[in-house]
Nanobody, 119 residues
Framework: QVQLVESGGGLVQPGGSLRLSCAAS????????MGWYRQAPGKERELVAT?????RYVDSVKGRFTISRDGAKNTVYLQMNSLKPEDTAVYYC???????????????WGQGTQVTVSS
């Protein structure tokens, strides 16, 4: 089937940077949008950034985070700069994929990677 493998999370001090990566592999007929979501303890999962329409971001990360995509590698990246404690969450990669001609587009998710911003 389809696998999304994330990497790049960790512990960083406020003001620091991290770069998340997510590679999609497996049975992929077409890969449409890719994006990143996050879920903090006690909160609902929220969209952080998506590659649709040239890149869309939640207001709280605009100007600090940048999403990019390598189509040849089926990989999406999230460059996170000027990190704040409130960015602490588990970050999940999302991809909208069709696995064969005639298939409907479906959401696939990575396993999540922890990002902790703390001094």
């Amino acid at each position: 089937q389809v696998q999304l493998v994330e990497s790049g999370g960790g512990l960083v001090q406020p003001g620091g940077s991290l770069r998340l990566s997510c590679a999609a592999s497996g049975r992929i007929f077409s890969l449409n949008a890719m994006g990143w979501y996050r879920q903090a303890p006690g909160k609902e999962r929220e969209l952080v950034a998506t590659t649709t329409n040239g890149g869309r971001y939640v207001d709280s990360v605009k100007g600090r985070f940048t999403i990019s995509r390598d189509g040849a590698k089926n990989t999406v990246y999230l460059q996170m700069n000027s990190l704040k404690p409130e960015d602490t969450a588990v970050y999940y990669c999302n991809a909208v994929i069709r696995t064969y001609w005639g298939d409907t587009s479906k959401d696939y998710w990575g396993q999540g990677t922890q990002v902790t911003v703390s001094s």
